[in-house]
């Protein structure tokens, strides 16, 4: 078990880091940061040189992988580190240094257990693309295929299982100090992203990812996943069918290409409402550098690491949010909303069908060109405060994803208007699921599956029945022990703490009057 210390001096370099870069200033102005916390942010950015406008992207990359993929996280989080920190940690694209071959080709062989050359008959020793998790190269396999090999970064687990230590124990101690912290679960937002850093890290369970997508969206024109080789796909190895295209970035190169930017913007909005609502099943990293064009104008994905999931409820919600917003039925948005349980039910639906429509009227019927959207996002910010509705976990990829689409679709063609494009879609997709006969289709579905499940149920019901000597289930939340507090067996850490901070204080100044 890490000790506090040890955390202690990690947050202090990290903290080091963010001031450097400009990144501690939002936190000291933002009037929900506990006082304790503006301090250390002072203490940390003392003697410190710092740019007029921050950069929270470059900051994150300097300070490792494991902190890329966390503020690739932070960014679906506008509420807790601001609007201005969240669209620019949305521009961290995973670009970091790549590995020597050597090691690269080491982690092959170790993983296979045979040479290098047995499995491909050319492998390029330059990288394709270099992430925070793995790195990929161009391949031929033995049999002729060209193919993408996607090799993870040697130690890199271990590296991301220290740091995120860390960041638990962090977020644990925010939360502690109560009022906006507790409602903003930092813990919960941690504990997600332990969750999607380790399936991001087996590569297998991306490889799987990627076949179970391809089979959701066989159907879908205009959109494709590369073919998985699993005789060459392991935990720390994936290969895949290479793809031939154009990056979406390069519009210019699209342009000249023939491709219609109207068109491509629309076919990427629709495919990922086909995944997130149809499916819900969806591919949560659609950023620039994992999108291309193929000739005929296929849009082609790769790295599936971060993929998200919506159960049934939660979709006919999310369907019935955007076409309420598209329509303007915003008493019918509110009631989903009480529905669901986002907002508690001491709230007035009236009063929150108000209040949506404060926000959604000036947005309806305009491209995202002439849209503010940090008016918006204050407005709905301020809607989740006065009606006190909890961060929804589940649904924070969901966010990420919609904002880093409609990007991606701006980019293309900027004046693509995200409710005209999106309403069709949902409509169509509501009359088919929430009609009459989808519904009494759903009703005797269900209670077949009742019926079949029965044995079952009364199976799990004798094995949950308290045992002697069977162990408690675990915690949905790590235990963190905490050395804020007003017992005196925190007292001596209070003291531990201000000598670090002090020595850290002391070295800062040093350096800044040499």
């Not at 270099?130 to 002729?144: F, K, L, N, Y």
């Not at 090999?149 to 977020?171: L, N, S």
């Not at 629709?270 to 104008?297: C, P, S, T, W, Y």
């Not at 006065?386 to 409609?406: G, I, Y």
Request: glycine share 6%; with cysteine; net charge neutral.
């Amino acid at each position: 078990m890490t000790r506090p210390i040890v955390h202690i001096a990690r947050l202090l370099k990290w903290g080091r880091i963010l001031a450097r870069h400009g990144a501690l200033r939002g936190i000291e102005r933002a009037p929900q940061t506990p006082i304790i916390v503006k301090r250390l942010c002072r203490i940390a950015r003392f003697g410190t040189s710092q740019p007029v406008v921050p950069d929270y992207a470059a900051a994150f990359q300097a300070i490792g992988p494991a902190a890329v993929k966390l503020g690739q996280t932070l960014a679906t989080r506008p509420d807790l580190v601001g609007e201005e920190a969240a669209r620019n940690l949305l521009t961290l694209q995973d670009a970091l240094a790549p590995v020597a071959f050597e090691r690269i080709r080491q982690e092959i062989e170790f993983t296979f257990e045979v040479p290098l050359e047995t499995l491909y008959s050319d492998f390029d020793p330059v990288p394709v693309g270099s992430a925070s998790i793995a790195q990929v190269h161009r391949a031929v396999t033995t049999d002729g295929r060209t193919v993408a090999v996607k090799v993870r970064r040697p130690g890199i687990d271990k590296q991301f299982a220290r740091d995120i230590d860390t960041y638990e124990w962090a977020a644990a101690h925010l939360e502690a100090f109560g009022g906006e912290a507790t409602r903003l679960r930092p813990r919960e937002v941690i504990a997600n992203f332990r969750r999607w850093t380790l399936r991001e890290l087996d590569l297998r369970r991306e490889a799987a990812s990627a076949s179970e997508l391809a089979d959701a969206m066989a159907a879908v024109p205009h959109y494709e996943v590369p073919a998985i080789d699993w005789d060459r796909t392991a935990s720390r190895v994936m290969t895949m069918s290479w793809i031939d295209g154009i990056k979406i970035s390069h519009r210019d190169r699209l342009v000249a290409a023939g491709h219609d930017m109207e068109a491509l913007s629309a076919n990427l909005v629709n495919a990922f409402l086909r995944q997130a609502i149809a499916e819900g099943f969806f591919h949560a990293d659609m950023h620039q550098g994992n999108l291309f064009v193929k000739a005929d104008g296929t849009i082609a994905a790769v790295d599936f690491g971060i993929m998200g999931r919506i159960n049934r409820q939660a979709r006919y919600w999310l369907a019935e949010i955007l076409y309420g917003l598209t329509t303007g039925n915003y008493r019918r948005v509110a009631e989903i909303h009480f529905e669901a349980q986002y907002v508690p039910d001491y709230h007035n639906v009236e009063e929150f069908a108000t209040a949506l429509r404060a926000v959604g009227e000036p947005m309806r019927g305009k491209p995202v060109s002439e849209l503010s959207v940090g008016q918006m996002l204050d407005g709905l910010f301020a809607i989740t405060r006065d009606f006190d509705m909890q961060t929804q976990p589940h649904l924070l990829l969901l966010q990420k994803t919609m904002v880093m689409v409609e990007g991606v679709a701006t980019m293309l063609n900027p004046r693509i208007n995200m409710w005209d494009v999106s309403g069709p879609f949902v409509s169509e997709w509501i009359r088919d699921e929430l009609g009459p006969e989808a519904a009494l289709a759903d009703g005797l579905r269900q209670q077949g599956k009742t019926l079949a499940l029965i044995p079952d149920i009364i199976r799990r019901l004798d094995e949950q029945l308290p045992k002697k000597g069977a162990a408690p289930p675990a915690p949905p939340l790590p235990e963190i022990s905490l050395i804020i507090g007003n017992g005196a067996r925190s007292m001596w850490w209070r003291y531990a703490l201000t000598a670090l901070v002090g020595a850290a204080a002391g070295a800062a100044a040093l350096n800044w009057l040499a």
